[in-house]
């Protein structure tokens, strides 16, 4: 397996991020079916703070404000939480695994990343084995166990605008980094 550096710049955990997880393991999970037809070469991260991205991470304003201002973490900023990181947030209710991020920058403000980076291998790796599993997995990759209570399901409406939404952003994605 590739290297990942699991950090990221708004308070997610990019060591379980579904299109991390899936280039790591070839395993698809709830996030990661609604790409549809995208190149499976492109369904492949190493997270924000690496140098191989995948092209929806590529064009994320908290990446670009943050490498702009110096600044390792969003919490670190004056301006937050500013009404982009506010407005983003409210995609929690879309994608569960945001509504993480701001108890997670406050553990980094309070305790340090090291603490947080444990905590989260912790909650994302599987019980019974150990291995790591993405956001929207429904079974851990290395022993099989299902992963109903630990980790998030697109189902429904999510499912739905997911399908609709992941592909348009990764489109953009392109466009920007090809123009």
Same mark, same amino acid.
């Given at each position: 397996?590739?290297?990942? /550096?699991?950090?990221?710049?708004?308070?997610?955990?990019?060591?379980?991020?579904?299109?991390?997880?899936?280039?790591?393991?070839?395993?698809?999970?709830? @996030?990661?079916?609604?790409?549809?037809?995208?190149?499976?070469?492109? +369904?492949?991260?190493?997270?924000?703070?690496?140098? /191989? *991205? !995948?092209?929806?991470?590529?064009?994320? /304003? @908290?990446?670009?404000?943050?490498? =702009?201002?110096? +600044?390792?973490?969003?919490?670190?900023?004056?301006?937050?939480?500013?009404?982009? !990181?506010?407005?983003?947030?409210?995609?929690?209710? @879309?994608?569960?695994?945001?509504?993480?991020?701001? #108890? #997670?920058?406050?553990?980094?403000?309070?305790?340090?990343?090291?603490?947080?980076?444990?905590?989260?291998?912790?909650?994302?790796?599987?019980?019974?084995?150990?291995? *790591? @599993?993405?956001? !929207?997995?429904?079974?851990?990759?290395?022993?099989?166990?299902?992963?109903?209570?630990?980790?998030?399901?697109? =189902?429904?409406?999510?499912?739905? *605008?997911?399908?609709?939404?992941?592909?348009?952003? !990764?489109?953009?994605?392109?466009? =920007? #980094?090809?123009?």
């Amino acid at each position: 397996m590739s290297s990942v /550096n699991p950090d990221s710049y708004c308070g997610i955990y990019c060591g379980a991020c579904s299109v991390h997880m899936q280039g790591e393991t070839g395993c698809p999970d709830g @996030f990661t079916a609604c790409l549809g037809s995208l190149p499976k070469s492109e +369904i492949a991260c190493g997270g924000c703070k690496s140098g /191989n *991205l !995948y092209a929806g991470c590529r064009i994320c /304003n @908290f990446r670009d404000c943050a490498l =702009k201002k110096g +600044i390792t973490h969003c919490v670190e900023c004056a301006e937050y939480p500013c009404g982009m !990181y506010k407005k983003w947030k409210a995609a929690a209710r @879309f994608l569960p695994h945001v509504g993480e991020a701001g #108890s #997670s920058l406050e553990l980094i403000r309070r305790e340090g990343v090291e603490v947080w980076l444990a905590a989260q291998k912790k909650r994302w790796s599987c019980p019974e084995c150990g291995s *790591l @599993f993405s956001w !929207y997995a429904d079974a851990c990759p290395g022993c099989g166990r299902a992963l109903a209570g630990e980790a998030y399901k697109m =189902k429904g409406w999510r499912k739905l *605008l997911c399908r609709i939404v992941l592909p348009l952003a !990764y489109r953009k994605a392109k466009a =920007k #980094s090809q123009g």
